[in-house]
């Protein structure tokens, strides 16, 4: 399997795909999957930038609403995580993860799915301490101060994925894992990044929590964007442990390190993405403890039993199958030959994919509610190779 990792998509789809066709053209090759490390900017309509947080300057189309609308198709499967400049309203919605637009899958403030027995994790977000103990209180419309927090990284969302036992084999981050640095060739980074040097010495330049869940998880394959320049590092666990390969790339710009191609072995296609047994189970665990106002998650409230939830799981998907739910367009795209009010651009609160997705797991919605007083502790009632692999690169 050949999969092309993207660092920042800044909303530029049309050029990322025309790169990717162009470069299995003069390679030769075949591309099963694109994936993307944050700053998608799934901008679906002029009322979505109001929740997207750059400069006035920077606030366009570009060119995601094509693809939500069905104007174009995405060629390739696409994952990707969220990043600190996103529709966060857009994501919000899909706080579990789904289908953004056909073909496109955000993976959810954390999530992980398997592509073809390829196992992908991920974070949204970013870091930062001052937020990190608190619950996702924020809600569109953002004000001010929320549309600069709601994307975050909130402890309650690395706990999850805290959990995972089972071998990772990719995972994204959008900011880098502190200390990576050290694993890399960090005084040429400082040579192009003057400004990294002091982050770099005192060990603030990147995600604690990401860190944190490198060490836990050990994934060979670690990829990173926001800092707009590419990184390389190989991580060992250990002194006879695993290494982890870490890649951090750049935004889509011509002559800049965007994209990254990875060869890894895999079942047999063709491939499809598919909802994981062991995340579904961590996420019915402790949905019930979701902090949904600026206190912190009470984790040692009532939870399920985590074996009970996993063969819970096994049994639905059995029944069901592990693809996710369809995609459904919840509002009006943008359409640059007519103008709109901004009321007619209002859409659902609640996707229905998400509400599927919780009924699938028997879960009660949750994350509209804005309630302070609202009881967090009740549960829902418990229900009876790796191979070779190769890193050829191709930038814009």
């Known amino acids: ?36 490390c944050g700053d998608f900017q799934a901008v679906r309509n002029e009322k979505d930038l109001e929740s997207l947080n750059v400069p006035r300057k920077y606030k366009s189309m570009n060119s995601f609403w094509k693809y ?3 104007q174009e198709v995405a060629p390739i499967p696409t994952i990707f995580i969220g990043g600190n400049h996103e529709a ?12 953004a637009a056909p073909n496109i899958y955000f993976l959810g403030f954390a999530g992980v799915v398997r592509f073809g027995g390829v196992r992908i994790g991920g974070l949204s977000g970013i870091y930062n301490a001052r937020h990190y103990h608190l619950g996702h209180y924020e809600r569109p419309p953002y004000n001010e101060s929320d549309i ?28 880098w894992p502190v200390g990576i640095a050290d694993y890399g060739n960090w005084k040429e980074l400082i040579q192009r990044k003057p400004f990294f040097e002091k982050e770099i010495r005192d060990r603030s330049l990147g995600s ?20 707009h320049c ?22 889509c710009l011509p002559g800049r390190k965007f994209l990254q191609v990875v060869e890894i072995e895999s079942e047999p296609g063709p491939y ?30 009532p939870q399920l039993d985590i074996k009970e939830c996993r063969q819970w799981i096994k049994s639905r998907l059995q029944t069901r199958g592990a693809n996710p739910f369809e995609f459904v367009r919840t509002v009006p795209s943008y359409n640059p030959s007519q103008a709109v009010s901004d009321g007619s651009l209002s859409g659902h609160h609640r996707n229905p994919q998400t509400e599927a997705f919780l009924q699938l797991l028997d879960l009660p919605y949750l994350i509209d509610d804005t309630s302070e007083s609202r009881d967090m502790t009740s549960s829902p009632a418990p229900l009876i190779s790796r191979g070779k692999y190769s890193f050829p690169f191709f930038g814009g």
């Open 148 to 175: 600069r927090s709601v994307y975050h990284v909130r402890e309650y969302d690395v706990h999850k994925l805290m959990q995972l036992e089972e071998p990772i084999d990719i995972f994204l981050s959008h900011d």
């Open 230 to 251: 590419k990184f390389s590092a190989l991580v060992q666990h250990g002194e006879d442990g695993p290494i982890t390969k870490f890649v951090a790339l750049d935004k």
């Open 68 to 70: 939500y609308s069905g």
């Open 272 to 301: 499809t993405i598919q909802y994981d047994e062991e995340w579904l189970a961590i996420t019915r665990k402790f949905n019930s403890v979701l902090p949904l106002t600026k206190r912190s998650a009470n984790f040692g409230g």
């Open 208 to 227: 604690k929590a990401a860190a944190d869940l490198l060490e836990k998880l050990k994934p060979p394959y670690w990829f990173s964007a926001h800092l």
């Open 88 to 99: 966060s309203n857009y994501l919000w919605e899909l706080y579990y993860g789904g289908w």
């Open 1 to 36: 399997m050949r999969i092309a990792v993207e660092g920042c998509m800044h909303g530029d789809l049309d050029n990322v795909y025309s790169t990717i066709l162009y470069l299995e053209k003069v390679e030769n090759t075949k591309i099963d999957l694109l994936i993307c």
